[in-house]
């Protein structure tokens, strides 16, 4: 009997733990299988879909529920207004800085370079002292020279003297004809041999000069070539320095030759051209400085004709063989209508290739406006047709515009293009016109 409830016991237990390990598979299943569930909804349906009140930002707006096609939607833009003014006729070109004059120092003589009298880099004016060679030779032959000036003009003393008394000699007939006439011929002679003294005397004194050597430009000296103590001759290559003026200082650059009847007929009508020169990335003006001359031939490999600028160069922005760029200012055109340049837009919105512009129009609704354009200045561009004064354009948003979408000017619009100097101080304008914030329309103001 005892061994009968034992064993039923037993089986009891094991029931029961059979089941309590069931019970627990079965929970543990359920979790992963929630768990499982949890993952694939939020892939398929991420949260910004599954609730209706939250917004999403879209190109030019705010739009509910997710929706970036609804045609009512307002977009977002800035504008600005279409207004009169004059724009620039700029013909831009590739430059290099070219001294007036770049002259290698050399000695004119041989000798001992006995002292070197400038420091590299130093600015120097014509006529400065710069090296000097031992002059000691030079100064001997000056002196030998001389002396046998004075030898030949005491012979010629002499053979004028023999001639004057033949002369009154030949009166009496005392002394042949023959003898006075050599007696002249003598005293010619020695009146040549006084002439070549007196070059050879020069002679000496211009190579004793050149011991002493001068800058022959104003300017900026360079490297020196040679050291104290070497002989120089005038056949040394490389000369002692080379100085190069820097003030005033052109640029030379090239332009197409459909631009040089206009610059011509300017020229010609006593205009005096602008030319402005920026560094290698285009973005620092150097200098400003005017055209001077144009070559008297087309490069035909190139097309193209070179031009010289010159610059005062006060500053020494300007450095012999710099790159720039050069904008040179053909001519202004006055009582222009004028635009933003990011205002134009290229395509068929039609089913026509042109280029157009998005028109506010009174019931903030945008209209495509096919334009003609006329001449480009930086940030601005001349219209010729297609919009007038006082017409409102978009110049930020319209890629996302279509002809008769409902805009808005919300107060806060960017301005177009702004400067971060302009941003920074309400958006005052500079250079080629600006734009003003104020009630979402940036009023255009060319230059």
């Known amino acids: ?17 059979l089941v309590r390990r069931r019970k627990i598979a079965v929970i543990v299943l359920a979790l992963a299988l929630g768990l499982t569930f949890l993952v694939v909804s939020h892939i398929i349906h991420p949260p910004e879909q599954r609730f209706n009140g939250r917004f999403r930002g879209g190109g030019g707006g705010f739009r509910r529920n997710g929706n970036n096609n609804n045609p009512d939607q307002a977009v977002a833009v800035s504008t600005a207004t279409v207004s009169m003014g004059d724009i620039q006729i700029r013909i831009p070109a590739l430059g ?93 002679q020695y009146e040549g041999t006084i002439e070549a003294d007196q070059a050879q005397i020069k002679t000496a004194q211009l190579n004793l000069a050149y011991c002493h050597i001068t800058s022959p430009v104003t300017g900026r000296i360079g490297l020196r070539q040679v050291d104290e103590g ?57 200098a400003v400085g005017k055209l001077v001359t144009v070559d008297n031939q087309i490069d035909v490999t190139t097309g193209t004709v070179k031009l010289r600028a010159q610059f005062d ?77 006082g017409d409102v354009v978009v110049t930020e948003g319209g890629d996302r515009l279509r002809d008769g979408a ?17 941003a920074a101080t309400g958006g005052k304008h500079r250079g080629n016109g600006g734009f003003r914030r104020g009630s979402g329309v940036n009023s255009f103001r060319p230059r």
């Open 406 to 422: 409902q805009v808005e000017l919300p107060a806060n619009t960017p301005v177009h293009s702004a400067p971060k100097e302009a």
């Open 313 to 389: 160069n006060q500053d020494s922005a300007l450095f012999p063989n710099q790159f720039v760029n050069i904008q040179l200012l053909q001519d202004t055109l006055r009582d222009q209508i004028l635009m933003p340049t990011a205002a134009v837009h290229r395509g068929a919105p039609n089913g026509v290739n042109s280029t157009f512009v998005y028109r506010i129009k009174d019931d903030s609704t945008a209209a495509v406006v096919p334009v003609k354009l006329g001449v480009a200045d930086g940030e601005t561009v001349g219209v010729l047709s297609g919009v007038s004064v």
């Open 230 to 286: 070497n002989y120089v001759t005038p056949g040394d290559a490389n000369g002692i320095a080379v100085v190069t003026q820097l003030q005033p200082i052109t640029a030379i650059f090239a332009i197409p030759e459909d631009n040089v009847g206009p610059i011509m007929q300017r020229l010609r009508s006593g205009a005096q051209l602008r030319v402005e020169a920026y560094d290698r990335g285009n973005a620092n003006k150097l």
């Open 96 to 188: 290099t800085i070219t001294p007036l004059a770049t002259v290698t120092v050399r000695s004119q003589i041989s000798g001992q370079l006995q002292k070197i009298a400038f420091k590299e880099g130093q600015l120097v004016k014509q006529g400065e002292f710069l090296a000097q060679i031992d002059p000691r030779p030079y100064e001997a032959s000056l002196a030998q020279a001389q002396g046998t000036l004075r030898k030949d003009q005491s012979l010629l003393a002499d053979a004028r003297l023999d001639l004057k008394r033949f002369e009154e000699l030949i009166k009496e007939d005392s002394v042949a004809q023959q003898q006075l006439d050599t007696q002249r011929a003598l005293v010619e």
């Open 1 to 17: 009997m005892v061994n009968e409830q034992e064993s039923e016991s037993s089986a009891l237990g094991r029931l029961w733990s």
